[in-house]
């Protein structure tokens, strides 16, 4: 009898025992078309892309005419045949703004740069995937006092953007159609750290001349196509990463002195690539310390006390 509740004992013991290390042991797999994911799934599933270019273009019009729904409608074209050619570009808004509320029919009126950063903050959101850039494209008059009608003046402007920049991490080509585009344009070197680094300006025109209507469109389509073709003029080494220095060469191309109106900090960064190892797409938690936000090629490495 004592046997047998020793032999049953211990066989209870081994049941319980192999149950609790197969529980740990235990991966479940689970089968899901992408249909069944919600988005906060889809977030995770779709936004690693170690060989891609990925665009998006938000086109903010201050002046009401139609030469600036034109060149609006050129951007979306080239966007349009681009895209239908295998590059991943895609416009998110086709906007008409104003700060004196003098325009009829705007979809937003704002009467401080603060609300126009928070505007265009919140635009900078849609359909966002990590390492793209954003080509914020304004059209609209400007002089040569540095005025931007219906905006203020273009340093106003710069600072809004690029905190709204800063505020989503986002790298940005504010692409700046007016006349006198480059007039009373401040340095991008006076700009924040967390700015200077991601927000980048690509002019129209020098500081004493004018721009003209029906030009940019082109531009944008040559661009564009030779990145959805991986052509070598855009991309000479062809890594799928565009650096400030490839861009302006490229555009010179174009038009001479067409990339002398790029102005980034630092002409080595890409302005167009999402080129990010999945070594540093792995979070860096900070243990021993206070938690920091580290930039994106951070290599973390012992340092002695």
């Not at 979809?107 to 740069?113: F, Q």
């Not at 989503?168 to 080509?173: G, I, M, R, W």
Request: proline share 4%; glycine share 4%; with cysteine.
């Amino acid at each position: 009898m004592k046997n047998i509740f020793i032999f049953t004992t211990l066989t209870l013991m081994f049941i319980f025992t192999l149950s609790f290390f197969t529980k740990i042991n235990h991966v479940e797999i689970i089968n899901k078309n992408i249909s069944e994911y919600d988005e906060r799934d889809l977030n995770y599933l779709c936004t690693i892309k170690n060989d891609s270019i990925n665009i998006r273009i938000l086109i903010l019009k201050h002046s009401r005419e139609k030469i600036a729904d034109d060149d609006a409608k050129l951007a979306i074209e080239a966007v349009k045949k681009a895209s239908g050619n295998g590059l991943d570009i895609k416009d998110v808004g086709n906007h008409f703004i104003d700060k004196t509320q003098k325009l009829k029919m705007v979809v937003w009126e704002y009467d401080n740069t603060e609300s126009l950063k928070d505007f265009v903050s919140k635009q900078m959101k849609i359909n966002a995937i990590q390492g793209d850039t954003l080509i914020l494209f304004t059209i609209g008059h400007g002089r040569d006092d540095g005025e931007l009608h219906n905006l203020g003046q273009r340093s106003e402007v710069m600072k809004a953007l690029a905190e709204a920049s800063a505020e989503n991490k986002q790298k940005v080509l504010w692409w700046q159609l007016s006349c006198y585009a480059a007039a009373k344009l401040p340095s991008i070197s006076t700009l924040t750290e967390d700015q200077k680094y991601i927000f980048n300006i690509l002019a129209t025109s020098p500081a004493n001349k004018p721009s003209y209507t029906n030009v940019e469109g082109p531009i944008m389509e040559s661009l564009f196509m030779s990145l959805a073709e991986k052509n070598k003029k855009i991309d000479p080494d062809q890594n799928n990463e565009i650096t400030g220095n490839e861009f302006k060469k490229f555009l010179n191309t174009i038009k001479p002195g067409r990339g002398d109106l790029y102005f980034s900090t630092d002409n080595e960064l890409p302005i167009f690539g999402n080129v990010v190892s999945l070594a540093n797409q792995i979070p860096i938690i900070d243990r021993n310390g206070k938690q920091k936000d580290f930039p994106k090629d951070y290599i973390p490495s012992p340092k002695d006390k």
